[in-house]
C-alpha cells in the first residue's frame, strides 16, 4: 500500500498510484491538437449552426460550445448546478438547446442567444439521454433516466405525454436513445432505447399512444423475441449508420465490443468489432468505424476487411464520445480527461501516424540535427581566460 501525504495518494494501492503517474505522464501529449477544459466532458453533439463546432456536456453543470478550428469555448450554457449528462438540439425551427442534468430535470436554451428556456422536471434519478423528434406536427422531447423510464414531453408546454416502461423484462438506467429515420413518420416515430442491461428496446410512439415493439427471432422463423439481445451487459450507445444503404443501427457495449445489426436480419449481429474494455462511442464515416471508451484510445477500422486499421493515442482518461465533421474526413472525441481532440481521418494521414508508432516500437529514434553547443562564457572572458594560462607557462 502506497501511503502518501497528500490527498491524491492517501489509502492509494500501488496500481492506482502508477496510474495515475501514467496519467499524469501523459496529460501533456499534444496529439489531436487538444483543447483543453476544466470539466469533464461527458457527451458531445455537433452544433448545427457550424460544421467546425460542437456542444459538449460538462459536468461543471454547464453546456459549452466549442469551435475545433478556432479554438473558442467562450460561448456557455449555465443553469445546472450539478453536471450535465446529455445534449440535444430540437424545438420550433430546431433552435433550442436542451440538456439533462444530475439534477433530475432537463434544460434548455435559446441557441443562438443562450437565453433559458422551459425546465422539463418528471425523471426522479439522473437525466441519462435527450433526443428532439415531431409528433403529429407537435415539437416534442424524449428524455431517459437512471430511474429506468423514458419521459415523452410537448417541448411548448411543458407537460408530459408519456412514461415508457418495460413492463414485461426489467429496463435498467437509460444510457441512450435514438430515432430510426428509415421508419419513423410525421404521425409516429419509433425510438430505440440503450440501457444499462444489454436489452435494446424499440418503441412505437404517437402523440395518443405508445407501445413497445415486439422483435422477430434471428434464430426462428416466426417465432418473436421481446427484445434485441446481441450483446453481454450494458449499451452505451446506438447509431443509425447515415452511410448504409440499409441504415442498420450500430451499437457500442461494456463487454468491449460495438456491433452492426442489420435491419433485414431483424436486427441481428451482421459484424461484430472487438475494442476491448468498455467501448463508450461508436461513430461511422462511408470509410472508416471508429471506436472509442474506457481504455482512452481511439481506434479506426477498415468497413470492407473489419480489421484494425489505425490507433489514435491522446487521451489520458475515459473517452465519452465521438462526432464525425467534415463529411467523415475528420472526428472530434471528448473525454473524462477535459480535452476535446480532432483527428484526420485521411488515410494518407493515418499511415503517417501508423508509420511513427511502428518507428517508435522498434527502438528507432528520428534523427534530430543538434546544435553545436555555445559557450558557457563570453568571447571577453575566453580571451582573458587564454591569457591568463599564457601567464601560468
Not at 54 to 76: F, P
Not at 97 to 115: C, H, M, Q, R
Not at 307 to 320: A, F, I, P, R
Amino acid at each position: 500500500m502506497n501511503k502518501g501525504t497528500t490527498a491524491d495518494h492517501f489509502f492509494q494501492t500501488d496500481a492506482e498510484q502508477a496510474k495515475r503517474d501514467r496519467r499524469a505522464a501523459k496529460a501533456s501529449n499534444k496529439n489531436g491538437n487538444p483543447i483543453v477544459l476544466k470539466s469533464k466532458i461527458l457527451a458531445a453533439i455537433q452544433d448545427p449552426t457550424s460544421p467546425s463546432a460542437i456542444l459538449i456536456a460538462e459536468s461543471a453543470g454547464s453546456v459549452r460550445r466549442v469551435n475545433v478550428d478556432t479554438g473558442d469555448t467562450k460561448q456557455v450554457f449555465r443553469g445546472p448546478v450539478a453536471p450535465v449528462t446529455c445534449v440535444a438540439v430540437g424545438g420550433s425551427g430546431g433552435k433550442t438547446v436542451f440538456a439533462g442534468s444530475w439534477d433530475k430535470d432537463i434544460w434548455s436554451w435559446d441557441l443562438a442567444s443562450k437565453t433559458p428556456g422551459h425546465k422539463y422536471s418528471g425523471h426522479t434519478d439522473f437525466v441519462k439521454a435527450v433526443v428532439s423528434t415531431k409528433l403529429g406536427g407537435k415539437d416534442c422531447l424524449i428524455s431517459g433516466g437512471a430511474d429506468k423510464k423514458i419521459i415523452v414531453w410537448d417541448i411548448e408546454t411543458g407537460s408530459r405525454l408519456h412514461v415508457l416502461q418495460d413492463l414485461a423484462v426489467s429496463m435498467m438506467a437509460v444510457q441512450d436513445l435514438v430515432i430510426d429515420p428509415v421508419e419513423s413518420g410525421p404521425d409516429e416515430v419509433i425510438l430505440i432505447s440503450a440501457s444499462s442491461d444489454p436489452h435494446i428496446r424499440r418503441w412505437r410512439i404517437r402523440l395518443d399512444s405508445f407501445e413497445q415493439i415486439k422483435e422477430t427471432s434471428p434464430d426462428e422463423p416466426g417465432a418473436a423475441r421481446h427484445t434485441i439481445l446481441e450483446h453481454d451487459t450494458t449499451v452505451y450507445k446506438v447509431v443509425f449508420d447515415s452511410e448504409g444503404e440499409e441504415v442498420d443501427l450500430w451499437t457500442s457495449s461494456g463487454d468491449g465490443t460495438a456491433k452492426c445489426l442489420s435491419r433485414l436480419k431483424g436486427f441481428a449481429t451482421d459484424d461484430s468489432i472487438k475494442h476491448g474494455d468498455h467501448v463508450r462511442a461508436v461513430a461511422l464515416t462511408d470509410q472508416w468505424v471508429v471506436t472509442a471508451g474506457r481504455d482512452e484510445d481511439i481506434k479506426v477500422w477498415n468497413r470492407t476487411s473489419g480489421k484494425l486499421y489505425s490507433t489514435l493515442e491522446g487521451h489520458y482518461d475515459e473517452v465519452t464520445d465521438l462526432v464525425v465533421i467534415d463529411g467523415g474526413r475528420r472526428v472530434i472525441s471528448v473525454s473524462i480527461d477535459g480535452t476535446v481532440r480532432t483527428w484526420s481521418l485521411d488515410q494518407i494521414e493515418l499511415d503517417k501516424i501508423n508509420k511513427e508508432r511502428e518507428v517508435k516500437a522498434s527502438g528507432v529514434e528520428k534523427e534530430t540535427l543538434v546544435e553545436p553547443v555555445k559557450g558557457l562564457m563570453t568571447s571577453e572572458e575566453e580571451d582573458e581566460l587564454a591569457a591568463l594560462m599564457e601567464d601560468d607557462d
